[in-house]
T-cell receptor
Framework: DTAVSQTPKYLVTQMGNDKSIKCEQN?????MYWYKQDSKKFLKIMFSYNNKELIINETVPNRFSPKSPDKAHLNLHINSLELGDSAVYFCASSHGDRVAAFFGQGTRLTVV | GENVEQHPSTLSVQEGDSAVIKCTYS??????FPWYKQELGKGPQLIIDIRSNVGEKKDQRIAVTLNKTAKHFSLHITETQPEDSAVYFC???????????FGSGTRLLVRP
């Protein structure tokens, strides 16, 4: 059983399109995250949700909108995609804070 | 702001040798320090972590040391094997920002 699963694994789309990435965790965790990893491998947090409530919203364009329908899901919707949005996006979850986060396999987004 | 510096950015060792990766954090209130291994095409995977009330922790060939005074922590891998080749990330829980702050990563290559 996959603990944190993301779909799709690869996403190629044209500039200006709107796309969504889905994330589900079956670990019973109450906190979920979205991270962006750029071409230099740097990992930067975008959002953090605890029990469906937004806790962290980093300096991310408002074209990015997370949605958490329940504690086990945190989806990422991106409007008006730009070339600079190309990256690998990771979903993660944890049981509270100051503990290990478990990552999904990533979604490689390529905007052309 | 809070940050974590990680060195070296690349490390090449002969199989069987030891590898050491070092990190420095800025937030003196940080109290949780995980290490992640990221293999090609996969998400970061937790390999070991340490809390600020402990100076050292070992798990088979992997050990982590923490110097709170100097705000340094290090990952030590002994008897390296080719399958240890990956990108390694250190992280620190930023008490002020309430999030995990990652280092920039170390690409470890173990030569057979």
């Amino acid at each position: 059983d996959t603990a944190v699963s993301q779909t799709p694994k690869y996403l190629v789309t044209q500039m200006g399109n709107d796309k969504s990435i889905k994330c589900e965790q079956n670990l019973g965790h109450d906190t979920m995250y979205w991270y962006k990893q750029d071409s230099k491998k740097f990992l930067k947090i975008m959002f953090s949700y605890n029990n469906k409530e937004l806790i962290i919203n980093e300096t991310v364009p408002n074209r990015f909108s997370p949605k958490s329908p329940d504690k086990a899901h945190l989806n990422l919707h991106i409007n008006s995609l730009e070339l600079g949005d190309s990256a690998v996006y990771f979903c993660a979850s944890s049981h509270g804070d100051r503990v290990a986060a478990f990552f999904g396999q990533g979604t490689r987004l390529t905007v052309v | 702001g809070e940050n974590v510096e990680q060195h070296p950015s690349t490390l090449s060792v002969q199989e069987g040798d030891s590898a050491v990766i070092k990190c420095t954090y800025s937030d003196s209130a940080s109290n949780y320090f995980p290490w992640y291994k990221q293999e090609l095409g996969k998400g970061p995977q937790l390999i070991i972590d340490i809390r600020s009330n402990v100076g050292e922790k070992k798990d088979q060939r992997i050990a982590v040391t923490l110097n709170k005074t100097a705000k340094h922590f290090s990952l030590h891998i002994t008897e390296t094997q080719p399958e240890d080749s990956a990108v390694y990330f250190c992280a620190a829980w930023g008490d002020s920002s309430y999030k995990l702050i990652f280092g920039s990563g170390t690409r470890l290559l173990v030569r057979p």
